[in-house]
C-alpha cells in the first residue's frame, strides 16, 4: 500500500495488528512453547493430563472462536477507502467532513447480502448490503444503506416478521439465502406496503455484477442541518464510476455453484491491482418548507424520490483502496448503527429508521458480547472519546482517577458537556404533536404507484426479467393460494405482468388488472447508466502455436482500454506461439467457467484436440446465452461460424487486429447485448 493511502484510521490500526512470522511460538501469556504436536500424557500410550495448560489453552480458545453471524446481513464483505467531499456543503450542513474540501476522511465499507448465512453464496436475488462507517474528526457518521432505494415494510415493528417470512423456513431449514418459498411470498401478499421493493428484488438490481457496480441508498429521509440551525431534508446516494450492471438469472444461479466468493473475490482482486473502486455521493435535498409537496410521503420509506423531479447533486468521491489484514477483526466486528451521526446530520420521523435506531446497537450486544463493541479497534473513532461508562466484558481502556460520574466537583465537573459552538450535538428541534397512537398515517397508503412508476420506467429487456423473476419465485411457491394472492397483487401495478406471471404459474387475472399510473423516471433504469469496458474480466480461449504478432497486438489494445485479459486453454503451464512469443494459461476449462468472465476472445490455434474444441464450445455457447460479447480470430472466427453465432449482436468476428479490437472493445462496454435472439 503506498503512503498516500495511509489515513489516521490506518495509522490506529498499526497498534493493533501483530506479524507472527518467524516468531517463537508462545501461549497467551507470553510463555515459549516448546512441543505443539502433542498433548501431555501419562506415557506416551497413556491418558492426557489436566495439567497440560497448553493443551488447554488452544483448545479452550478454538472452542470459543465463533460469534453469532448477524440476524441479516450475514455474508459481507468490506474494505477501507478515503472521502472527500468536491465543495463545501455548508450552505446545508455543518458536518465538518462535508465542508472541507481538503480533508479526507477514511471510511471502511461493508458489503453483503441480506437473507443468507454467513457462508452462503454471493450472487443470490437478495438486496445488498452498502454500509459506509466515516472516521471523522467529529466522530464515527455511519451511513447503513442497501443498492435498493425503498424498503419492504414502513414500519420498524414489522421487521422481525419481514425477516422471519424471508429467512429459511423454520421446520426444515430451506431455502438458503433464497426468496423463492411460500413464507416469504405469503408475506409479500398480505403486506402490500412491499409491492415497490418486491418490483426491485425481481430486477436486475437484486442480482448485482459487482460490488463496484451497484448504487447505494441511504433509503430514509434524513436532515441536513446547517450552522444557523436551518434544516433540509435529504436522501442519500452512491453512484458507481463504472455504471450499475447486473448478471442474468442462469448466469447468477451457475455462479452461485461455481464460485460463491464470485463478489468479495471481485473486489478483493480490483483492490490488489489498483483499480480502486470508486463511487460518488449524491444528495437529493428538499427544504423543510416543501415537505408536503409531493405526492407521495417524504417520511415513508417505500418511497424514493423520483431523480427528474428532486436532481441528485453530486457532492463527493470514495475510493476503496485498501483490502483487511483480517477478515474477523475488521469485516466481522466492525458494527454499524444508523445513529452514529456527527453535528449536521439529523434523523426525521420516518418509523422505519426511528425502529433502526434502537436495533443496530441492541444487536451488537448480543453479537459481540458487551457494551465495550466501541473500543474494538475497526470500530474506534479516530478522535478521542471521553465519558463516565466503565467496566462490561472486555474492557480495554484503562479509566484513571477517582470520578466517573456526571455532575462532579472532584473532577472540576469534567468530563463536561461541549456548547453547540464547541461541536456539541444538538438534536434538530423539531416542533411535534400529537396523539399516542398505533396508526399508519393516511398519507402511507399508497402502496402501488410507485411500484407502477418503476415497471414503467424499466426497458423491454429489464421487464422480461422482471417477468421471469417473478415466474421462477412463484413457480417455487408450494401454496396456489398464496401464489394467486400475488398475482392479484401486482394486477395493481401492470396487466401486462400481471397476465405474463399468472400464464406461467397457473394463476389467474383478476378482471380490473392495471394502472393508471403513466408517470416513468429514466433514471431507475439500467439501460441508462455509465457504459465502460474498464476493468472487464475477458477469457482467451487459445491454444498452442496461435498467431502471435496479433494476438500481441489485440492484447495490448484491450489492455489499454483497461480490460483484464485472462487465459484458458485445456492444460496450464505456457503456450507457445508461432513467432516463439509465450504465454501464460491462468485457467483450464477444467477450472473456470463462462460465467466467471465479463466476455470471451476467442482465437483458438493449429491442431487442437477435439475435446478442446468441445470445451471451447461449450464456452462460447453457455456466454453467448448470457449475452455477453464474444470476439473471435483465426481459427476461433470458423467455430463461431459453425455455431451459426457469427451473425450476431455483440459478436465480433475479425481477421485486422486493429480494426477488431476497437469494434470488440465497443461490445465489451456494451456489456451485455439484449438484442441477441434468445429466450430467457
Ligand atoms: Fe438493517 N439491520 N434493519 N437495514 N442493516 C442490521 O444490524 C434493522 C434496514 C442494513 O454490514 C442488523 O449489525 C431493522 C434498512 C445493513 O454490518 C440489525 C430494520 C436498511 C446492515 C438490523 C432494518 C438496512 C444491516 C443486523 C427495520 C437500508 C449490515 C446486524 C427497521 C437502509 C451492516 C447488525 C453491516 C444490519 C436491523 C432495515 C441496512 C438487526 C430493525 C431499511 C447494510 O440491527
Redo the contacts with the bound molecule.
Sequence with gaps: MSDQNKGKKDEQLEQFRADDQGKKLTTNQGLKVSEDEFSLKAGDRGPTLLEDFHFREKMTHFDHERIPE????AR?FAAHGEFQVYESLEEYTKADFLTDPSKKTPVFV?F?TVAGSKGSSETVRDAR???TKFYTDEGNYDL???NIPV?F?QD?IK?PDLVHALKPEPHNEMPQAASAHDTFWDFVANNQESAHMVMWAMSDRAIPRSFRMMEG????TFRLVNKEGKSHFVKFHWKPKLGTHSVVWDEAQKLSGKDADFHRGDLWESIENGEYPEYELGIQVIPEEDEHKFDFDILD?TKLWPEEDIPVKLVGKMTLNRNVDNVFAETEQ???HPGHVVPGIDFSNDP?LQ??LF??T???LI?LGGPNFHELPINRPVCPFHNNQRDGYGRQTINRGQVSYHKNSLASNTPEPASVEEGGYEHYQEKVEGHKVRARSESFKDHFSQATLFWNSMSEPEKDHIKAAFSFELGKVGSQSVKQQVVDMFANVSEDLATTVADAIGAEVPANAGSSVTKSSPALSQENTVFSAETRTVGLIIADNFNGSEVAKVLDSLRNAGTIVEVISDKQGKLKGDDGSELNVDHTFLTSESVLFDALYVVGGEDVSKSFKHDAKYFVQEAFQHFKPIGATHQGVNWLKDNNLDQSPGVVAGSDPDSFANEFVEAISQHRHWTRDIII
Excluded at 70 to 73: L, P, Q
Design positions: 448477524r440476524i441479516v446481513h459481507g461493508r453483503s448490503g452498502f454500509a447503513v444503506g442497501n424498503f415494510i420498524a421487521f441508498f441511504g433509503v430514509h420509506p466492525v458494527a454499524f422505519l425502529g433502526r436495533s443496530y441492541d444487536t451488537q453479537r
